[in-house]
């Protein structure tokens, strides 16, 4: 089965993802999202992406890239983005269970592996808004569409906004 290398992220107009460490709006029907999509697979992520959560997150293997801490009860760390990426690939050769390496942020994983990514589930949240960490500038022409959800904002939903999942091969 194909290994699938994937980013998901929430991305405003503006291509901000993060502000102060956090993420810039309350959306809780894409962390449902968010959710339902890593479950039962690897998730890679940087060490500030990982304080920003707080926890290993339950149900995934989790795993951080980080040169300034070695340890993390419930995940495993990583020196090098490399690093990580080499033993998630070995890991879903090892065990069947797997076959999907979800990179989730933040800004510097993005960038890191986007040239690695074949596949993108891009929250597109519709609002231009000030931030401090971006997603990197991606051309979507060299991607196929192959599905979009549109969702209203509401009481729980500060923005309107759609969940698309674009391929390349
Ligand atoms: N909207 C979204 O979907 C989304 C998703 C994720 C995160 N975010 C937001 O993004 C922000 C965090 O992103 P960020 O770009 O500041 O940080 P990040 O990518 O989460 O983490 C950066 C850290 O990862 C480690 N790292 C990265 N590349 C490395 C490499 N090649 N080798 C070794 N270590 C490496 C370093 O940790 P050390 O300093 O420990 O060495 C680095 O400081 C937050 O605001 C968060 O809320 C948003």
């Known amino acids: 089965m194909k290994l699938v290398i994937s980013h998901v992220v929430a991305l ?23 959710k339902e999509y890593t ?32 340890k993390i009860e419930g995940a495993t760390v990583f020196q090098s983005t490399q690093e990580s990426i080499d033993a998630a690939k070995q890991k879903c050769l090892e065990d069947h ?30 609002c231009e808004i000030e931030g401090d960490v971006y997603y990197p500038d991606v051309n979507l022409d060299e991607w196929v569409e192959k599905s979009s959800r549109y969702f209203s904002k509401d009481s729980e939903n500060d923005y309107d906004f759609v969940v698309k999942e674009y391929e390349r091969y």
Request: positive net charge; hydrophobic residues 40%.
């Open 12 to 34: 405003s107009n503006n291509n901000v993802i993060g502000i102060d460490n956090k993420l810039p709006w309350n959306l809780k029907t894409d962390l449902k999202h968010f």
């Open 97 to 126: 269970n797997y076959n999907e390496i979800v990179i989730i942020g933040g800004g510097y994983l993005f960038r890191e592996t986007l040239e690695i990514a074949n596949k993108l589930v891009f929250t597109k949240v519709d």
């Open 39 to 70: 479950s039962n697979k690897i998730i890679l992520m940087g060490r500030k992406t990982y304080d920003s959560i707080g926890r290993p997150l339950p149900n995934r293997l989790n795993f951080v890239v980080s040169t300034s801490v070695n």
